[in-house]
């Protein structure tokens, strides 16, 4: 089976898939003006808390210790910023009220890991750190994302400074990137989780369509609940990062009644349930060639299919309650210390001496270059010896 084909190939659209819309059914919570009021907070505040952080402390442990040392400059980003990424969890499980249903094999806390997802819609890539924030390694998530992600305020400077790995679309362009990226989390020192979505975008009727006339014409299965995965980017990820995993996670993600946006996160509306599976697979049960790998992946997500045909039918995926709760208290005193911090640096900003204010100034200016530029710091000892490196081959 040649499954790279599936990078290149030109999907048809024809009328064979009929997956159930969504569309037209009512939310789980209706859009009141309490909503309103308290998403419109919520927004603020999130953006708000993310702004105060970033500019205050990614100089500091994103540049200057980066200097010194990436293993620590990276422990001191993952714990700062986890802080700040646990708001989210919180949001979702204990102000919005959503269950987020786990099943499968429970997996043991703080493995490097490469994970795998199904990508239904626009918020999957976010209830990953609600299994992540179980397993105490929130702040080591890293995902692979489209550029355009990267253009965002403020948040794109924070995907930048948690070296998400943005990408074009485009094999021939992103391949360098990637790979460049990938050796760069080979030290097993640092934990590592790597989520990638390997259908490339997020699921709707059209996509399916395409990808089914697609598998249809070239022998591959024909998919109605996930799309035809590419391949490339999986098998790069296992090339370059192989010795120094522990396992991958496959994770099977649904939604009850239907898919939320984002906005129905914020506002509280929708989803009233999420339900994750997950299936962890030992890295010495990965196939070691490309092409016995990119097989794998698409018979994977003929399973995925398979369980999301099952889900829709049963209402759950099987062996759940897998995971603990998390908690209410320490959620809400994460969430007040991150709400004092950011309005004594913004008490600062406003009131502090001039030099305070130049910080904050040169800290957005850097931020906003280095994330356009995609310019991360290298450490001095390493940069040095890059030189003489260079300079000794010129001489030999």
């Known amino acids: 089976m040649n499954c790279s084909s599936i990078e290149d190939g030109s999907w048809k659209e024809v009328d064979v898939c009929s997956p159930l819309k969504s569309d037209s059914k009512l939310k789980h919570k ?95 890539w976010m209830y990953l750190w609600d299994l992540a924030l179980r397993k105490g390694s929130l702040g080591y998530v890293k995902y692979v994302l489209k550029s355009s992600l990267m253009k965002l305020p403020v948040f794109g400077w924070g995907f930048h400074v948690l070296e998400f790995i943005p990408l074009k679309r485009k094999w021939e362009v992103d391949e360098p990137i990637l790979r460049k990226m990938l050796l760069s989390f080979a030290d097993p020192r640092d934990p590592l989780w790597l989520s990638i979505f390997p259908e490339g975008t997020d699921y709707d009727e059209e996509k399916c369509k395409k990808s089914q006339t697609f598998a249809a014409e070239n022998g591959l299965p024909v998919l109605s609940h996930v799309l035809l995965p590419r391949t490339k980017g999986f098998c790069a990820c296992l090339e370059a990062l192989r010795g120094s995993l522990d396992a991958v996670y496959d994770l099977t993600i649904a939604y009850k009644n239907q898919c939320p946006s984002f906005m129905d996160n914020a506002f509280g509306v929708d989803p009233s349930e ?86 904050i100034g040169l800290s957005c200016a850097y931020l906003a270059s280095a994330t356009y530029f995609e310019i991360q710091p290298v450490p001095v000892l390493d940069f040095v010896k890059a030189t003489l490196v260079c300079n000794r081959l010129r001489c030999e």
């Open 274 to 359: 999420v339900h994750i599976h997950v299936r962890r697979i030992p890295m010495e049960d990965i196939p070691e060639s490309s092409t016995d790998a990119a097989s794998w992946l698409v018979d994977t997500f003929h399973l995925k299919d398979n369980m999301l045909s099952d889900f829709h039918t049963r209402g759950h995926f099987p062996n759940e309650g897998g995971e603990e709760d998390i908690s209410a208290f320490k959620g809400l005193v994460n969430f007040m210390l991150i709400l004092i911090l950011t309005v004594v640096i913004i008490y600062l900003t406003i009131f502090s001496s001039v030099w305070f204010k130049i910080y």
């Open 30 to 124: 209706p859009l009141n003006a309490f909503r309103v009021v308290r998403g419109v907070l919520c927004l603020v505040v999130f953006l708000s808390t993310a702004f105060t952080i970033l500019v205050c402390f990614a100089p500091v442990v994103a540049v200057l210790l980066r200097l010194f040392s990436i293993h620590y400059s990276r422990k001191a980003t993952s714990f700062l910023f986890a802080r700040w990424l646990a708001l989210w969890p919180f949001l979702f499980e204990k102000i919005n009220g959503t269950n987020v249903v786990f099943s499968g094999d429970t997996v043991p806390p703080r493995e490097r890991i490469l994970i795998i997802a199904n990508h239904k819609t626009e918020v999957d």
